[in-house]
């Protein structure tokens, strides 16, 4: 089942707490209120998380652990 990431609206965006996360089925409507303070809520659209690691490229500054081999998608510059 997968996990959405919801904001609530009326937070601004640079507060941590604005943001929470919900395991829902795929065919479950988004929701449109906070499940425990009905405070109006968007769900945010997020790369995906593909075996534990976000779907995102690694920055340059990462640093690469030995054993590390390339392939497609591993974020390597």
Do not use: N, W
Not at 2 to 19: E, N
Not at 33 to 39: I, K, M, V, Y
Request: glycine share 10%.
């Amino acid at each position: 089942m997968p996990t959405y990431v919801y904001k609530i609206k009326d937070k601004p965006q640079d507060d941590p707490s604005a943001f929470f996360e919900v395991r829902q089925s795929m065919t479950e409507s988004a929701l449109t209120a906070h499940p425990e303070t009905g405070e109006a809520v968007e769900r945010v659209i997020c790369a995906p998380m593909i075996g534990g690691r976000s779907a995102a490229p690694a920055d340059a500054t990462s640093t690469v652990k030995s054993g590390h081999h390339h392939g497609p998608g591993c974020g390597c510059h």
